[in-house]
């Protein structure tokens, strides 16, 4: 499934926000040298109960909006699982 993600790195906590169309990733990590892209997939992975190796960023892996691929994940499976956070 792939799945239009806003990154906001730098902020107080890691946590995850589904608005219906866009998911909102706040991530601690900064913009530099790829971390707030390995905190992402680490969020999403220990969030939704996916291995790290499932998640791979599509697009924009330089950009605040990206475009990540999620393996064997419905919409209904991610909405369930973030309505539990």
Known sequence: MLVAVRVFPRSRRN?????????????T???VDGA????????????LSRPKRAITIVRGATSRQKV????QLTKQE????????
């Open 15 to 27: 946590q995850l926000e589904w608005d219906g169309e866009i998911l909102k990733a706040r991530l």
């Open 29 to 31: 990590a900064p913009p």
């Open 36 to 47: 707030a892209n390995e905190a992402l997939i680490a969020l999403l992975a220990d969030q």
């Open 68 to 71: 990540v691929d999620i393996e």
């Open 78 to 85: 991610l909405e369930q699982k973030l309505a539990q956070i």
